[in-house]
């Protein structure tokens, strides 16, 4: 499969344009339109719908995105692997979301630069179902996230329970809807239990979908939001932000996933052991924490 070819493709599909894809790719409109016409003769299959006022993909088009992406992630993976530097022996591969990143895979990052100079880190953040397809797929060594889903050749492993607690920058107590509230997206499993408590007729006046956005902007503008306990525990104990008591929790379960013959292997038992410690010391936290907050 030539690459260049999934890359004009994936640049036509986003800019629904021959022309300013041309402009993209630093190639004439007739090279767009050979490559695409190329790739359909191979797929067998139209990608595009032509008119005059742009292209719009078909069906198989829309089909063969995910499929374009993953080759164009190999060849660079592969790029990467071939040109290690001097000393590096292996190159690992993770994955996440986004929401995870803060007291949890940052501090697992962290410890494995400290303790493997050999090997080197591709690290990249994407939503649940991407991750778990990139993992069969053998993209990525390994993944830690909500919506873990078990697949061949996958082992996946219990981490700890999250808490997502409301928390506000002024003390407050409960109230029915606070007119400050930014609604976090902490994806859809979140979504459906939040839905529950919230007033039908009311529209969160802020929505963001990555935590530490959302961190960033509660602390310039103030109000309230729903955080996991391990991104706020020094905030709420030096009083920057404050937990609302007698308010539902929400929890959701963390979870890794990982190549299963990476077990195998010398370098990833050490580390996974670090990554189950700091999952521990985080449920110990949890615990601490809504026990002094009378938090249910």
């Given at each position: 499969m030539n690459i260049v070819l999934a890359k004009t493709f994936l640049a036509v599909l986003e800019h629904r344009n021959f022309n300013w894809s041309a402009e993209v790719l630093n190639v004439t409109q007739s090279t767009v339109t050979m490559r695409i016409n190329s790739l359909e003769e191979k797929l067998g299959q139209k990608l595009f719908l032509r008119s005059r006022s742009g292209v719009t993909p078909t069906v198989a088009g829309t089909q063969f995105r995910p499929f374009a992406e993953m080759l164009i992630q190999i060849w660079q993976q592969a790029q990467q692997e071939v040109t290690l530097p001097q000393g590096v022996t292996t190159q690992f591969r993770l994955g996440g979301e986004a929401g995870l990143w803060q007291g949890l895979v940052e501090d697992w990052i962290l410890g494995i630069t400290q303790s493997r100079n050999d090997l080197s880190l591709l690290i990249e953040n994407e939503p649940a179902d991407k991750l778990n397809a990139c993992l069969a797929?053998?993209?990525?060594?390994?993944?830690?996230?909500?919506?873990?889903?078990?697949?061949?050749?996958?082992?996946?492993?219990?981490?700890?329970?999250?808490n997502l607690v409301l928390v506000s920058t002024e003390p407050r107590e409960r109230s029915d809807w606070h007119p400050e509230y930014t609604y976090i997206e902490w994806g859809p499993d979140f979504g459906m239990e939040h839905a529950k408590i919230k007033p039908e007729?009311?529209?969160?006046?802020?929505?963001?979908?990555?935590?530490?956005?959302?961190?960033?902007?509660?602390?310039?503008?103030?109000g309230s939001a729903y955080f996991p306990?391990?991104?706020?525990?020094?905030?709420?104990?030096?009083?920057?932000?404050?937990?609302?008591?007698?308010?539902?929790?929400?929890?959701?379960?963390?979870?890794?996933?990982?190549?299963?013959?990476?077990?195998?292997t010398e370098w990833f038992p050490p580390i996974l052991v670090d990554l189950k410690r700091i999952a521990k010391e985080i449920d110990k936290k949890n615990a601490a924490f809504r026990t002094r907050w009378d938090l249910f």
């Open positions: 797929q053998g993209i990525y060594d390994a993944a830690v996230m909500y919506d873990a889903r078990r697949r061949a050749n996958v082992t996946v492993e219990f981490l700890f329970e999250e007729e009311i529209t969160p006046p802020i929505t963001i979908n990555h935590g530490s956005w959302a961190h960033s902007w509660i602390k310039r503008k103030g306990t391990r991104m706020i525990f020094d905030q709420v104990e030096n009083e920057d932000l404050f937990a609302v008591q007698n308010v539902a929790t929400f929890r959701r379960s963390v979870w890794v996933s990982y190549n299963e013959q990476l077990i195998e």
